[in-house]
């Protein structure tokens, strides 16, 4: 079996190479395919080739071979070309907006040409308007005329058809036109959407805002391209079937002529049917006509698919883009956030130290507690400069909104804007700290917080007469500072004036009882004397200037019913009813040791009646006697008012 084969080979070459000429020539496969069928010929032709013993045979099969040989390098080299072309398509990214850029390069028309386009279909409107109405008129006049019968106006009819088709022919070309009118107008505007995308811009608040308000707009205008990709594509499809329907008519009309062409010749002559055919070769003139119509329109409607199928393309594409584009902006955002976070974390480990350590070294009690409220205010403040700063390209339009907001709440909330004004001016100009005693508006109380809004007080005094909390919070909003005077007990130095009234009689020796009085006031309030002196050193640095002179005095007032010597004293604010009850009692104690001085209390005069006249005088009366009337001021009884007391402050 072997022996023989080459033999086979031998003898039906001619056949081997004229199927593999067929084969080659006639092969129209893919070039994968190609190169395995070239290289299994190839095998064969090899075995032909060595098998042929003639000589000018294996010369032929041999240049044969070598071009087969080349055209299957060829081919692999192709092959290798578009593995390659491939690789760098993979390569390149594929994202939307890169796909969108494809897209848009694809886009052949621009906005001058479909606009030239439009006007000159307007201007052919204008001359199939002004026929149409030709054709119309004449046909008015046909049927108007008398004997004209239904046969004779079916051509006329036929034209006013066509001058219709024509001007819808005309409107659905000028649809088209705008159509892709609109496709270029769309290439433009997403040209632009491309260029400042690729414009390396730092992801914020607004851009974010804008891409996704821009990916909800464009749902609904995919929802509009949807309907109108819709009513084209129906259009379109009654189109063809109308342009399909007109043509098997006019088919039709052939083959009806051809029968009545069959009916009448040179012998035989049929008016009747004459006449048919006259008219039947007329309608299937004007269908002729209309059939390019026809055909325009459906061009027209084509067109008009086509532009809304790539307007449809790239709003979906251009859908992708954007919100690939938000993704990006929310990532590089969140990525922006890192720092701010750094910075709050930083903040919030600052203000720990602070409020738990480094405050409780430096202030005790009112103070800390004041020191605290500030720097938790402090942190708030430089939190929302951190978020601000960063958060915000454009800090001039932000100052611009806020400063328009600030105004609007100005307006609406006056009386909180200037609470918040006055709690500014309450921390910056340092009148009052918490701890301090006040007077505003006849309440006095001592300062327990300092708030933004307001400042909450325990009140002292009122009712109870004396420096004592009469168990009730007051609640100030913080504009009391630019509408109330404010008395502050405390400022500079904690020690106020009082003083004692005391009323001796006539009888008692002044210049003893002043002496008394001012010994009692040296002695008992010595120590406090001393701290107001010193309190006052520190007044005379702050304004440079002398409070007053802190020693005891006894002042003396004249009154009706004896001589009053005033006791003024200084003592702590949150100890002058300590220090009066003091006074009083070393009074009474020496008032009780010295008898020659003798308090005194208001008396009342009782004036004796004078007799009543004889008669009365002729106009007022009878004049009373003045002369047993004693004195003016000499008592003639003496009571007392009220029990004798030491007034207080």
């Given at each position: 079996?072997s ?11 001619p056949?081997?190479?004229c199927?593999?000429?067929?084969v080659y020539?006639?092969?129209a ?5 190609r190169i395995?069928?070239l290289?299994e010929?190839?095998?064969t ?9 003639n ?6 099969l ?17 092959q ?13 990214p ?9 897209r ?5 028309v ?18 199939a ?5 030709v ?14 019968k239904?046969?004779?106006?079916a051509e ?19 649809e088209?036109?705008e159509a892709r ?11 632009e959407?491309?260029k ?5 811009t ?10 996704y ?9 995919e ?24 043509q098997?008519?006019l ?17 035989r002559?049929?008016p009747a ?7 039947q ?5 004007m ?5 390019p119509?026809?055909?325009?329109q459906?061009e027209a409607?084509r067109s008009?698919d086509?532009?809304v199928a ?10 992708e ?12 955002y969140?990525?922006r956030?890192?720092w ?6 930083g ?14 070294l430096a ?5 800390l ?10 942190c708030?403040l ?5 978020f601000a700063?960063?958060l915000f ?8 909104t ?13 009386d ?5 004004a ?5 921390m910056?100009?340092?009148k009052f ?26 009140e ?6 004396q ?37 001796v009689?006539y ?10 009085f001012?010994?009692?006031?040296a ?6 004397f ?17 409070d007053?002179v802190y020693?005891?005095?006894v002042?003396?007032?004249l ?8 006791l003024?004293?200084?003592a702590h604010?949150?100890r ?8 009083v ?18 008396t ?7 007799p ?5 005088s002729?106009?007022?009366g ?10 003016f001021?000499?008592p ?14």
């Amino acid at each position: 079996m072997s022996a023989t084969h080459p033999v086979s080979l031998r003898r039906g070459w001619p056949l081997w190479l004229c199927l593999l000429f067929c084969v080659y020539t006639l092969n129209a496969a893919p070039d994968d395919e190609r190169i395995e069928r070239l290289q299994e010929d190839l095998k064969t032709l090899e075995t032909v080739v060595t098998g042929t013993s003639n000589a000018s045979e294996k010369g032929r099969l041999q240049l044969k071979l070598e071009r087969m040989n080349q055209e299957l390098r060829v081919l692999q080299e192709r092959q290798e070309l578009e593995r390659r072309r491939l690789a760098l398509l993979d390569q390149q990214p594929s994202k939307p907006i890169d796909r969108l850029r494809e897209r848009i390069r694809a886009i052949d028309v621009t906005v001058e040409d479909m606009e030239r386009r439009i006007q000159e279909i307007i201007t052919l409107r204008r001359a199939a308007v002004t026929e149409r109405d030709v054709a119309e008129a004449r046909l008015t006049a046909a049927k108007a005329a008398t004997g004209t019968k239904e046969t004779d106006t079916a051509e006329l009819n036929e034209q006013l058809v066509n001058r219709n088709e024509m001007l819808r022919s005309l409107a659905l070309q000028r649809e088209a036109a705008e159509a892709r009118l609109e496709l270029a107008r769309e290439g433009d505007r997403l040209r632009e959407f491309v260029k400042n995308v690729d414009v390396t811009t730092r992801p914020n608040l607004k851009l974010m805002f804008d891409a996704y308000t821009k990916a909800r707009e464009m749902e609904k205008s995919e929802d509009k391209l949807n309907l109108l990709a819709t009513a084209v594509g129906n259009n379109l499809q009654i189109a063809r079937e109308t342009f399909d329907l007109a043509q098997l008519k006019l088919a039709k009309f052939d083959e009806e002529l051809v029968l009545l062409e069959k009916q009448t010749g040179f012998f035989r002559t049929d008016p009747a049917v004459a006449k048919l055919l006259v008219a039947q070769k007329a309608q299937k003139r004007m269908l002729a006509e209309r059939i390019p119509i026809y055909q325009a329109q459906v061009e027209a409607l084509r067109s008009a698919d086509g532009a809304v199928a790539a307007r449809q393309e790239l709003a979906s594409i251009e859908k992708e883009a954007v919100l690939q584009h938000f993704e990006d902006l929310k990532s590089g955002y969140v990525q922006r956030l890192k720092w701010p976070t750094v910075a709050m974390s930083g903040l919030l480990l600052v203000y720990g130290l602070l409020h738990y350590l480094l405050l409780p070294l430096a202030y005790r009690k009112e103070g800390l507690f004041l020191a605290r409220r500030l720097g938790r205010y402090a942190c708030l403040l430089l939190a929302v400069c951190v978020f601000a700063g960063f958060l915000f390209d454009d800090l001039s339009m932000v100052a611009a909104t806020l400063g328009i907001v600030s105004a609007a709440l100005v307006i609406a909330l006056q009386d909180v804007c200037t609470s918040i004004a006055g709690w500014f001016v309450i921390m910056t100009g340092s009148k009052f700290k918490i701890g301090d005693r006040l007077e505003i508006e006849d309440s006095q109380g001592d300062v327990i917080d300092i708030q933004l809004l307001r400042t909450t007080l325990v009140e002292v005094a009122n009712w109870m007469d004396q420096d004592h909390p009469t168990g009730r919070v007051l609640v100030i909003p913080n504009n009391f500072i630019f509408k109330s005077k404010v008395f502050n007990y405390s400022h500079q130095h904690p020690f106020i004036w009082g003083k004692l009234e005391i009323m001796v009689t006539y009888s008692t020796p002044i210049a003893e009882a002043t002496a008394l009085f001012h010994r009692v006031l040296a002695e008992e309030m010595i120590e406090e004397f001393a701290a107001a002196q010193q309190a006052a050193d520190v007044f005379r640095k702050r304004y440079g200037v002398d409070d007053a002179v802190y020693q005891p005095r006894v002042n003396t007032r004249l009154a009706d019913s004896g001589v009053y010597l005033d006791l003024v004293y200084v003592a702590h604010y949150r100890r002058s009813t300590a220090a009066r009850n003091r006074i009083v009692r070393r009074v009474i104690t020496e008032l009780e040791k010295n008898p020659r001085i003798q308090l005194a209390y208001p008396t009342a005069v009782e004036i004796a009646a004078a007799p009543a006249p004889d008669a009365p005088s002729a106009i007022m009366g009878t004049e009373p006697d003045t002369g047993s009337r004693p004195p003016f001021g000499y008592p003639t009884a003496q009571f007392p008012l009220r029990p004798p007391v030491l007034p207080g402050r």
